[in-house]
């Protein structure tokens, strides 16, 4: 493997521990706060994932609640998006094909909302998160 591959390999372990990172503040938060339970990646179930047409393989989402069965929502953490690994940081295919995904998702009559680390860590997402539960509930 080349010097350059374990760099980049080494970038992208680290965006990736970083998402999870957020991902488990976040989750800690909404349980702090009170809000409904999602199923997220570190639960018990894991992801909740959402079949799309045209696909043969379903999209894995970080936080999924099914407030009523036509009234759902999600949550996507983006660790690591400003690190030189991850897709975020390095366009191209990576990035255009998550935004497909999200555009799929909101088709589909998801409504999703997207929070960047730095928004978890000083208290946006859960801002957000509380405002939205308070209108619907």
């Known amino acids: 493997m080349k010097q350059t591959d374990v760099a980049n390999q080494y970038m992208r372990d680290q965006a990736k521990s970083d998402r999870e990172k957020w991902e488990t503040m976040l989750a800690q938060?909404?349980?702090?706060?009170?809000?409904?339970t999602p199923i997220w990646t570190g639960s018990e179930?894991?992801?909740?994932?959402?079949?799309?047409?045209g696909r043969s393989r379903p999209y894995r989402v970080d936080f999924w609640w099914s407030l009523d069965y036509s009234n759902a929502?999600?949550?996507?953490?983006?660790?690591?998006?400003?690190?030189?690994?991850?897709?975020?940081?390095?366009?191209?295919?990576?990035?255009?094909?998550?935004?497909?995904?999200?555009?799929?998702?909101e088709r589909l009559g998801y409504r999703v909302y997207c929070f960047t680390g730095q928004e978890v860590k000083d208290g946006t997402a859960i801002k957000w998160l509380r405002k939205e539960f308070e209108v619907k509930t």
């Open 29 to 36: 938060q909404i349980e702090d706060a009170g809000l409904p």
């Open 73 to 105: 929502m999600i949550v996507e953490v983006l660790g690591g998006e400003f690190q030189a690994g991850s897709k975020y940081a390095r366009g191209g295919v990576a990035l255009r094909k998550w935004v497909e995904r999200l555009r799929w998702l």
């Open 45 to 53: 179930g894991g992801q909740y994932k959402v079949k799309a047409p």
